[in-house]
């Protein structure tokens, strides 16, 4: 009588912690983008976002945003561009003006440009984040999920774990800092 094997299959990351994992890897990729289009711009590195870090939190959120509410219309090209301008045209006012609130400073202004709203939201970005939407979903997320998905396939469970917390820890860290630095300025 022949026993059939089963292979165990690897612990696998739960949702919520891979939506955290998500989140940290498109707030970084953020990140960098800003502060290459920052050094385009002004021809010099110039420190972007809020905190210490090289994470840009606004991408983060704003990426699951995307996967976990706006992934269902990666086929329908036109909802996901005016969903996407709209919610993150309102995501990206109130940011402005929750950090303006509590930290009396301002992380971008778009005072200057073509039909903007006290500064904080203007045309020009409403509709760039309708194409990125189209552009995250349709490719760049599925790119990036495939990547770590692989990636995560060569990781034990516990060093996963292990890792996301300690980004989570430091994440936690540099947040906490970052607030009593502009809290005293």
């Not at 990140?31 to 002004?42: A, G, H, P, Q």
């Not at 210490?52 to 945003?65: E, F, K, Q, S, W």
């Not at 509410?69 to 990666?74: A, N, P, T, V």
């Not at 060569?154 to 860290?173: N, P």
């Amino acid at each position: 009588m022949m026993q059939s094997r089963q292979k165990k299959q690897p612990k696998k990351l739960s949702k919520m912690q891979t939506y955290a994992l998500y989140f940290f890897l498109f707030a970084f990729l953020g990140w960098c983008m800003e502060t290459i289009y920052s050094f385009i711009v002004l021809g010099h590195f110039t420190k972007r976002g809020f905190l210490y870090g090289p994470l840009c939190p606004i991408y983060g959120y704003g990426a699951l945003i995307l996967i976990i509410f706006l992934g269902k219309y990666r086929n329908q090209s036109l909802k996901l561009f005016v969903y996407s301008a709209v919610i993150f045209s309102v995501f990206e006012y109130l940011a402005s003006y929750i950090l303006e609130v509590l930290f009396h400073s301002y992380w971008w202004d778009y005072t200057n440009d073509f039909f903007n709203l006290n500064g904080r939201i203007s045309i020009f970005y409403s509709f760039a984040w309708g194409i990125i939407a189209i552009i995250f979903i349709g490719h760049l997320y599925p790119f990036f999920k495939k990547k770590v998905n692989f990636i995560l396939s060569k990781i034990s469970y516990r060093m996963k774990v292990l890792l996301l917390h300690s980004i989570c820890v430091i994440f936690m860290v540099d947040t906490i800092l970052s607030c009593i630095r502009y809290l005293s300025i």
